[in-house]
């Protein structure tokens, strides 16, 4: 019962913080401001914007009936959503984690009858619940918008929810591993993006492989695709999801970047459980 | 388990190592001590002497590289011997985002007390430190003295049976000091024990009972400050003393200093006084008074922080 009330503690806690440094009037203030860009400023009339695509050159033009272009815009949407709803919670939380570990407050902290695995879990969870609260804000408002005007109500749109839930889970975990061996919010920023970025790059594993002219680092690449978070094929996965409603190989992706995002965490707690502050 | 001690170290130590194999610092060797429940401990050295890291591993926050620290019996490591230790850090930084009794309500709920307890006891925490009225104002606008009393407070909420304090009344005004003292002293009459890590020389002298003074990691000087400061050999006030006696008590191993009526002569021992006593009646002086006396606690901080320098 005192665990789970520290717990609850920690987790308010975070909220206050954020909300103090106005991090979570910030996401909201821009989710709506997203929202409010779909409810007001784009076109979004299904057969005007069909029409529209008959304008785009015909290299970009493979549009061939409204389903399909209700599909792609609902796909390209949901992506967009996606990369900038992940990397906005990653600049939004990073400071979180290392502004418990300031000389001064740590200390005071830690001079509690409360574990320092559950203070950086504590701390884990409020920050993860700040930005779920977010997405489901913010993805639920976009797609209520484009199926209130399109009449057309696609539930694939939703998945976007849980991956992108999942994807900032994982990242959340890179965020307090880097703040804790660290204490530096800048560079608990840089790395997670990095390695979104990065797995873009090792995403294209099976072009690449055939580019490299050594096996030591076909092997490499392959190694770093496996360990490295699948940020890119979530959201790739989550596109032709949307599209087509099929080729959906979403298990590889979700229980590698899990088993990184958990080992990060072992590792978080394991190095600041040991720490000297 | 043992409870005659609030804090016990057994051979402490702590080597800072940096990184990629850089050098070691020991900032704690080898050091035992006992604080007995009930007192009003100090602990007092120069800056760099180890008394944060020691005060850090008593509360877990900095790992012993060897011995052990126990308090009210109980392993230091353990996340249940802190239930009963309330704490003010040095050079602490609340969080400003938090009100007063907020705060209080965050410690609180850290410190285990349930939603009730803390609802009874924050108006009375801050009434006791004097911040009734500023218990909804964010702490961001509270001052460096104000920061400190709430700090206490915070230490006090969960009724903690040892309250570690770190440099208590840094940037408190003389009256809030004597505030803080008074609480402490109401403390120490309900059996809590206060363990102050201070550099205020009299401010240990005037509030402790026991002093340890720690010099370069190890502990210098230990034990009760009457103790510690008695022996200091006996101070005779006398008048009328003839100018060539006093040369003679000179030569004789006294000190002699002219004070507004006459002169004040110290005197190592007992025997040393008599006979000085006896020449300045001899001589025709008067003995105006005759007493032991004592060293201060800044005259045993510097022969304890200075003895046995390499």
């Known amino acids: 019962m005192s665990s789970l009330r520290v717990f609850f503690a920690l987790i308010a806690d975070t909220f206050q913080e954020a909300s103090a440094r106005w991090l979570l009037g910030g996401l909201f203030a821009i989710s709506t401001l997203l929202i409010l860009l779909f409810l007001f400023v784009l076109q979004v009339d299904v057969a005007a914007g069909a029409v529209s695509m008959l304008g785009v050159p015909s290299a970009f033009r493979r549009v061939y009936n409204i389903q399909h272009f209700v599909n792609v815009s609902y796909a390209w949407t949901c992506v967009g959503l996606y990369v900038f709803g992940t990397f906005l919670a990653v600049f939004a939380s990073a400071g979180l984690v290392p502004s418990i570990l300031e000389p001064g407050r740590i200390a005071l902290l830690l001079s509690k009858p409360i574990g320092r695995t559950i203070l950086l879990l504590g701390r884990y969870v409020g920050t993860l619940l700040i930005v779920i609260l977010n997405t489901v804000y913010m993805v639920t408002g976009v797609w209520f918008i484009i199926a209130y005007k399109t009449n057309i109500w696609d539930r694939h749109f939703l998945l976007a929810i849980p991956v992108m839930i999942f994807v900032f889970a994982v990242l959340l975990c890179v965020v307090v591993f880097i703040g804790v061996l660290s204490e530096s919010a800048a560079l608990a920023v840089m790395v997670p993006v990095a390695l979104s970025l990065i797995s873009a790059l090792l995403s294209q594993h099976q072009f690449m492989i055939k580019l490299l002219n050594s096996e030591w680092s076909r092997q490499l690449w392959m190694g770093l695709y496996w360990i490295i978070p699948k940020v890119f094929d979530l959201g790739h996965e989550l596109h032709y999801f949307v599209l087509i409603d099929e080729r959906s190989d979403w298990i590889t992706p979700i229980w590698t970047s899990a088993v990184f995002g958990a080992v990060t965490l072992i590792a978080s707690i394991v190095m600041f459980r040991k720490r000297d502050y | ?310």
Request: charged share 20%; aromatic share 8%; proline share 4%.
């Open chain 2, 1 to 310: 388990m043992s409870t005659e001690y609030a804090i016990e170290a057994d051979g402490l130590e702590k080597i800072y190592r940096a990184r990629f194999g850089g050098r070691e610092v020991k900032a704690v060797s080898n050091l035992t001590l006992r604080v007995p429940v009930g007192v009003k401990y100090g602990l007092l050295g120069p800056n760099g002497a180890g008394k944060t890291t020691f005060v850090k591993m008593l509360l877990s926050a900095v790992h012993p590289t060897a011995g052990h620290a126990r308090l009210f019996g109980e392993y230091a490591q353990y996340t249940e011997s802190r239930r009963r230790v309330g704490y003010l850090p040095e050079n602490h930084r609340f969080p400003t985002y938090l009100t007063g009794a907020g705060m209080l309500n965050f410690y609180g709920a850290l410190s285990g007390l349930s939603n009730y307890q803390r609802r009874k006891r924050i108006p009375g925490m801050l009434k006791l430190v004097g911040l009734s009225d500023w218990g909804n104002v964010r702490i961001k606008k509270y001052s460096k003295g104000m920061l400190q009393r709430l700090g206490l407070a915070q230490a006090l909420i969960h009724h903690p049976r040892l309250l570690i304090l770190d440099e208590p009344t840094d940037g408190v005004d003389p009256a809030g000091r004597r505030e803080i003292h008074g609480i402490l002293d109401r403390l120490i009459e309900k059996g809590v024990t206060v363990f102050i890590n201070s550099h205020l020389l009299s401010e240990v002298q005037s509030f402790c009972e026991h002093v340890a003074i720690m010099r370069k990691g190890t502990l210098a000087v230990e034990g009760k400050i009457t103790d510690l400061l008695a022996g200091a050999g006996f101070t005779i006030n006398a008048s009328r003393v003839p100018a060539l006696y006093l040369n003679e008590i000179r030569a004789a191993g006294a000190t002699v200093l002219r004070v507004l009526n006459g002169v004040s002569i110290q005197s190592p021992d007992s025997d040393h006084a008599n006979l000085v006593m006896d020449k300045i009646r001899a001589a025709g002086g008067t003995i105006d008074s005759f007493a032991p006396s004592s060293a201060s606690l800044e005259d045993l901080f510097l022969k304890a922080t200075a003895e046995r320098d390499d």
